[in-house]
């Protein structure tokens, strides 16, 4: 998947950023080991602490595991990297609540273009697995949200 992106991201120019919770850096390492990620890979910023997300990531005060949380993690991302898109994720790990959540509930979110969606997840199994559940499914996300919004566009053309 995360080829794909590479190719896509490339194709068209497209910077992208990454702000992760639950995952610690596992998104980030996934596209930082695509091909030619320097080109495209902004970088990411993994704020584990409630209060890192809250001060870094202009998260406002209340639960980060939610649909506001991500969105605002999205967007800061975005902004501080000079990105054109971004996905951002938070959950609860497990194996215990966090929040009043219980394991394996997760948001999601992704940002293209200014426009922004946002999922719920609730994944099951034991921290690993829910770990490794929240990451494809970011990447996933990421890759149909670029290619809804740059599959019908022309590809970059560099000159030389």
Known sequence: MAGSLAELCDEHGVRVAVAESLTGGKISSQLAAAPGSGSWFAGGVVAYSSEVKHRLLKVPRGSVISQTSVEAMARSVCSLMGADAAVAASGAGGPTSQDGQEPGTTWIAVLVADEVQSE?????????????????????????????RYDNMPKQTSTS
């Open 120 to 148: 719920l997840h609730r994944f099951r199994g034991d921290p690993i697995n829910i770990l490794s559940n929240t990451e494809e499914r970011a990447l996933a996300m990421l890759l149909e949200a670029l290619q809804k």
